[in-house]
């Protein structure tokens, strides 16, 4: 499936999310060894008069990585600063604790403010993988110090690291939960909106009541059977096709529903539904991924569809898929100019469009997926609805 967009306000929120954590990464870090330094001149307990030898060097590469993040953001890969960043400093404070307290044990002292900082901090970024890296790896360094340079005082800092590590798990689990809310919320919207878009066409041309929905079943299915895509991308697949009619909105009444053949001219009114659809949801932020699907839904592969007359592998491959669902349901429905074909029928005819209409591995699928297709006509009178499309049985 194509890449999915990002919502720029999500990028945007990464970006400043980053911004503030790595400023705060850079004031702790430097903070905590002068103001530590400063205080143990006056307690005798936290004096430590052996150097860090490569402590120096540390600061050094960490800032050196300030042109790398500012690379990565401008490149929209956010994502990788953070684990650049803990990998980095978490290898080097590594390096530099084995090679200046190697053969002096007990003059290491376990942890730094900087750990306890990124411990703490990683749910923020709401990606367990993050805070799994951040405590595993944390653990994992304490262990190879300990086991290097014998010092018995790590095990105090591997205990310090697995109890901060829960309060960073529980901070994640709440945070994702208001993720997930807020997310909830705003496919509940979308499907509101979808919805309205649906029952506008049905009103316009009463013949496509249930169309969509079918087309979204079917696709779906199909989908799911190539095993080449996410949940979360049959999810936006599943909106691609419910919508994939939306420009019918701006097509002419008569037209629409003429019972006789329609006129050269009137066919290219009809085709413009494609474009028209695709403009429609290009500036709405969730539904960008539906363009390919909406646009070239209509395209064959022999090249002779529209609008743009792409041929075989230039077709979206999701739009692939929704043209033999979009061809099946038409066939098998009553229109104005015509009566359904039976679905053995219609069977027979997308067989036929092998490699002409339609592309050769996807019939093949189709022909394997067949009966569950058959089992959603054969239930396709009954009122399905928005909020019970067939989503969740296509996953299963």
């Known amino acids: ?132 890296v951040v405590s595993i790896g944390l653990i994992i360094k304490y262990v190879a110090v300990g086991l290097i340079i014998k010092a018995p005082i790590v095990l105090l800092g591997i205990v310090l690291v697995a109890i901060l590590s829960i309060f960073s798990f529980i901070l994640l689990y709440r945070f994702k939960s208001y993720v997930k809310a807020v997310k909830t919320s705003y496919d509940q919207q979308l499907i509101g909106i979808v919805k309205g878009v649906i029952a506008t066409l049905e009103l316009k041309d009463p013949y496509t009541r249930g169309h969509s ?55 290219e009114i009809i085709k413009s539904h494609t474009n028209v659809g695709a403009e429609a949801v290009s500036k709405v932020v969730g539904l960008d991924n539906s363009i390919e699907v909406i646009r070239s839904h209509h395209e064959r592969w022999d090249g002779r569809g529209y609008p ?30 015509r009566s359904a074909l039976t679905i053995d029928e219609a069977y027979k005819r997308i067989l036929e469009g092998k490699g002409n209409q339609f592309d050769p591995d996807l019939v093949k699928e189709f022909q394997k997926v067949f009966p569950k297709w058959s089992k959603i006509h054969n239930t396709s009178n009954q009122d399905l609805g928005i909020g019970h499309i067939k989503i969740n049985e296509a996953l299963s």
């Open 1 to 132: 499936m194509k890449k999915q967009l990002v919502d720029p306000n999500i990028r945007n929120e990464e970006s400043r999310t980053l911004k503030w954590f790595l400023i705060l990464f850079y004031i702790i870090s430097i903070s905590f060894d002068i103001i530590y330094k400063a205080i143990a001149r006056y307690i005798p307990e936290l004096k430590n008069d052996t150097p860090d030898r490569f402590l120096f060097w540390v600061y050094l590469f960490m800032f050196a990585l300030i042109p790398a993040a500012i690379y990565l953001n401008k490149k929209q890969k956010q994502h990788l600063i953070k684990y650049i960043y803990f990998i980095s400093y978490t290898t080097l404070t590594f390096l530099n604790d084995v090679f200046t307290f190697y053969g002096i044990p007990n003059d290491y002292q376990s942890g730094n403010a900087v750990e306890i900082y990124w411990l703490l901090l990683s749910p923020i970024f709401v990606s367990t993988r993050f805070v799994k």
């Open 213 to 267: 929905e079918r087309v979204a079943s079917y696709a779906l299915v199909l989908a799911k059977e190539t095993g080449k895509f996410r949940d979360e991308e049959l999810k936006s697949f599943n909106y691609a096709c419910l919508l994939h009619d939306i420009g019918k909105i701006h097509i002419p009444d008569q037209i629409l529903m003429k019972p006789t053949s329609l006129t050269k001219e009137e066919y």
């Open 308 to 337: 743009d007359q792409l041929k075989g592998e230039e077709i979206p491959y999701l739009a692939r898929i929704a043209a033999i669902a979009d061809a099946f349901d038409a066939m098998t429905s009553t229109r104005s100019y």
